[in-house]
């Protein structure tokens, strides 16, 4: 993270005695990333953040990643997949997409996570509708639609739905840090002017997290599988913390769209950066403004990359007979040119606005399908630019999002 902040108490120095109230000392921990290289926090628990009791073995449901072959643009639907009541939003996700640098998963939960720690790589929760308190080591984050909330690699924590609507996520889990694109921050990390965000609109936890309890279970995900600990006191034992590493939310509703008199590309809607992929907000926004202008996209092909793209919010009514809706995926592959539906370009001539809200990931590695996404894939959408309704399916249509594409 860019920026240094300060929770609860600390000491004055570090690596110095810092006494409870009963003189004993708290367990200073070090969490760091890069080898002591890059950003890090100082945390300063009540009981020794090493004592475990046990380790046992978690195997989670069965999961399959096949190659998209034949090689096709894909819709996913995902509001077709019900898990039901009883769903967390760790354990329940289904899994997506995946490569080697980042899974894609989508969950719909209605009760509390178990305490997780992500051994892999930072995950990036999307909240697509509902409200949640995520709980870690180092606080609370209150977050709600449209918020994304990056929780750094192996930091504790829980996912708490709250109130009566389900929580819905679009979770990336990448294999390394996701963070704000390096061309907009200075040097020393701080945004710079042409940042399409900044500070002042990230927020992170304010105060500690206490928590009591003894034998407390952690299921952590690592490279080599799934292992529940049992850890001898409850890891929400964090008195202070300080450093400039932790959790941290961001709304995109408060990501300022960068335009232009002509269409401007992709990455100037990048919000975040990972391995070997990006993240982008597509948010309502003045479109382009040139007087021979057409604001949606030309047909293009990013040779070098597959885009994914969430349909999270605002008016599907221009993108009728296309098949896209609130919840939907798109998928388009390297080695397939897409773009604006047949007719969407001439429609789109004088418009200046557009109402639209979508999470794209874009990767620079191949995206296999995964269970869930068979599960829940419109079959026709490939053949739907030439107004055709396919060899094998009844589903007709027009295209992809005009404004997207
Ligand atoms: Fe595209």
Redesign the pocket.
Known sequence: MPYYRSIGEIPRKRHTQFRKPDGGLYAEELMGQQGFSSDSSLLYHRHLPTAIVAADEHTPPPSTRGPNLPLKPRHLRTHKLDPGPGTDPVLGRARLLANDDCRVSYAVADRPSPLYRNAIGDECVYIEAGTARIESTFGVLDATEGDYVIIPTSVIHRIVPVGETPLRTLVIEATGHIGPPRRYLSARGQFLEHAPYCERDLRGPTEPLLEDGTDVEVYVQHRRGWTRFTYANHPFDVVGWDGCLYPWAFSIHDFEPITGRVHQP?PVHQTFEGPNFVVCSFVPRKVDYHPEAIPV?YN?H?VDSD?M?FYTGGNYEARRGSGIEQGSISL?PSGFT??PQPGAPERAIGVDYFDELAVMVDTFRPLDLCEAAVACEDPGYAWTWAGRSGPSSGHGGGGVDPA??
């Open positions: 992709p996209p293009h990013n885009e793209l388009h897409h773009g997207t594409g």
